[in-house]
Structures are given as C-alpha cells and as structure tokens.
C-alpha cells in the first residue's frame, strides 16, 4: 500500500533576509527540523523570491547535483567553470558539484523580482567532474501533459544529473487527471504545487503544498482548478 507525507505551505521553513525571501520544505541553514531533513535523494527545496539587483555571492558546492527552476524574471549565473549565463522562466539549469564549484547567483532585472526554485539532490556518484547544463523548454508541452525536464540519462529529454530521478512539469486545465508511473523501483515522488489545486489519490493540494508518495508503482493525479506542478521522481534509499 502507498505511503505519502503531507507537508502544508505553512509548514515551510521561512527565511527572511529582506533582499531574499525564501520558503524551505526541507532543513536548510537556520531552519532546522528533524522530521524534514529530505524526501529520499531530494536534500533542498527552496523556494525563492530576490529583490531587483541582489542575489547570492559566490559561494562552494561539492557532491551535490544544483537544479534550478525560474519561475519569474531571469537568474544570472557565474561560476567558477566560466560559466556566464541568464536563466528565465521556461528554462532549467543543472549543475554537478562534485569535486567543488563556485558559483553566485543575482537578479538580472533591476526593476523586478526573480522567483525560482533551488534544488539540492544527492548524487549517487562522488567526486564527479563538475559541470553545468542549461536547456530551453518549450511551455506548451507541459499543458495538460507530463513534460520530463530531468532524466539520468544525457541523451533523454530535458537536462541531466547524477542520479535516477526524473522531473516532470504539467500544467493541466481544471478537470484533466493522468496516471504517473514511478520510473524506478525504489523510487518515491515528491510533488510540488505552482499554483491551483491538485488531486492525488484522493488528497487536495493547494499551491505550494506538496505530497511525497512512495512504496507505490503508479498513483493518479489530477487538476481540481487550472493547476501547475512539479513532480520529483528520486530513489528513497541512496
């Protein structure tokens, strides 16, 4: 039988920096709970709001795999590869730590906030040659449709990591209902909501709630309202 955990909105660790505002599903710097230190191989969920000009300063990563998700506005991103790039709604980032990057991060807009979500997966691989990935999606195959924008594999769509998770976004219209097959025996699903409501085996998610679903091969999920969200297929055990 399925085992899910609910975790709320309001649930959510909170930090506020002023220039920073960010929404923590898992432990994460000043937000510390024992009960939610992560989901499987899913480490960092943070969902981030920063002020026009700011951003982080460079700072290290090792042996962790980076997604980041924009939402709204553009990201620009430096790191210590040369790396020199401006991420936007539609597009996805990843990076592999390994044996250490620096990168920073800052709102490119002087006039608009960036809203994007950061991703922290354990690798299952350490030490790796670090490197970085960035892709364009294309918005409309998502609509009222699973579209993978992460895999293990460097050949399949969307960017790829470390790890055998696989990401997905859907934006359905009210109504629509699918069924998602976990890809990995020992995976669970982690899913996160943009915006509307969404059904999932019975339970109703509100934006910014999320549902972590495992010991389970398949489970349904549909839109109570227009909804938007983000699945995160990871192994339980790493």
Do not use: C
Request: charged share 20%.
């Amino acid at each position: 039988m399925a085992q899910t955990i609910l975790h709320k909105a309001n649930t959510r660790g909170h930090a506020d920096h002023g220039w920073l505002h960010s929404y923590q599903s898992f432990s994460f710097a000043g937000y510390y709970n024992p009960q939610r230190m992560n989901f499987g191989a899913l480490r960092v969920l943070n969902d981030d709001t920063v002020d026009p000009g700011m951003g982080f300063g460079k700072h290290p990563h090792d042996n962790m795999e980076i997604i980041s998700i924009p939402l709204e506005g553009d990201l620009e991103h430096k790191d210590s590869m040369n790396n020199v790039a401006v991420i936007k709604n539609g597009d996805i980032q990843a990076m592999s730590a390994g044996t250490g990057i620096f990168h920073s991060e800052y709102n490119f807009d002087r006039t608009s906030e960036v809203k994007f979500l950061q991703i922290w997966i354990y690798p299952n691989k350490r030490n790796v040659e670090p490197r970085y990935d960035q892709i364009s999606l294309n918005l409309e195959d998502r609509h009222n449709k699973l579209q993978q924008i992460l895999s293990p594999n460097p050949n399949d769509a969307g960017v790829w990591i470390h790890q055998d998770a696989w990401f997905h976004l859907g934006k359905f219209d009210k109504g629509l209902s699918t069924e998602y097959t976990i890809k990995k025996e020992g995976n669970g699903v982690y899913v996160f909501i943009l915006s509307g409501e969404v059904i999932i085996n019975g339970e109703t998610l509100s934006s910014r709630d999320a549902l972590g679903i495992w010991d389970t091969d398949k489970f349904t999920i549909g839109a109570g309202t227009d909804a938007e969200f983000l699945l995160i297929d990871v192994p339980m055990k790493f």
